[in-house]
């Protein structure tokens, strides 16, 4: 079975700074995508990045980052340069490829404070 | 292009009431999936549909049931509220080629706030 874990329930840093939000996962299929979602508290879900299984490089968008050690079954999110506006919750996501079409697990998320 | 939309905002219910969600992808996408959201239980996947056809169910009792129309538009319903069904249920959709992929990310609404008395 699938399963995300965040073990991060809230993490503070401050403006201009780098943070790493932690998620460590667990499947047993060979094939899956890692995701990471940032929910303001308006409460709409945005996609940030994205890293496949089998993607060589450690995925970027912008100030996104995945951190990805496939042996320690780790994804964990960087963020460079943190603003005010990145204040919110963040969840780490999974979709295995054979076992559970259609379906994303979530981790509990972590929930980021920028501090000017 | 506009976002995946979700009616009603909010919505509060009694016990024992039935309730009718509704949520329409952005154009193009053929995949609409349901999760709730509470604050003990984290996002919860309900189910999943490509085509008009339920791919995938989460481990919620008969009381939380959908549909998906030939416009790919969605509506989740839900029987026989309990006080424990008080939560964000969000709907988002994705492109979906058809198969089975790992790469779909999510496009999501802004969800529908049940709250039941």
């Known amino acids: 079975a699938q399963k995300i874990t965040q073990t991060q329930p809230g993490m503070f840093v401050q403006e201009k700074e780098a943070v790493t939000l932690d998620c460590t996962y667990d499947t047993s299929d060979p094939s899956y995508g890692l995701f990471w979602y940032k929910q303001p508290s308006s409460g709409e879900m945005i996609f940030l990045i994205y890293q496949g299984s089998y993607d060589q490089q450690n995925a970027t968008e912008g100030r996104y980052s995945l951190n990805f050690q496939k042996a320690r079954k780790s994804a964990n999110l960087v963020i460079s340069a943190s603003q005010l506006g990145d204040s919110a919750m963040y969840f780490c996501?999974?979709?295995?490829?054979?076992?559970?079409?259609?379906?994303?697990?979530f981790g509990d998320g972590t929930t980021l404070t920028v501090k000017p | 292009k506009a976002g995946v939309t979700q009616t009603p905002r909010y919505l509060i219910k009694t016990r024992g009431q039935q309730v009718t969600l509704s949520c329409s992808p952005i154009s193009g996408h053929r995949s609409v999936s349901w999760y709730q959201q509470t604050p003990g239980q984290g996002l919860q996947f309900l189910f999943e549909?490509?085509?008009?056809?339920?791919?995938n169910k989460g481990n919620f009792p008969g009381r939380f049931s959908g549909r998906q129309f030939s416009n790919s538009r969605s509506e989740m319903n839900v029987s026989t509220l309990e006080l424990g069904d008080s939560a964000l249920y969000l709907c988002a959709s994705s492109l979906a080629a058809g198969g089975p992929a790992t790469n779909e990310k999510l496009f999501f609404g802004s969800g529908t706030q049940l709250s039941v008395l």
């Open positions: 996501a999974m979709r295995d490829f054979n076992t559970n079409a259609g379906k994303s697990t």
């Open positions: 549909y490509f085509s008009e056809t339920q791919r």
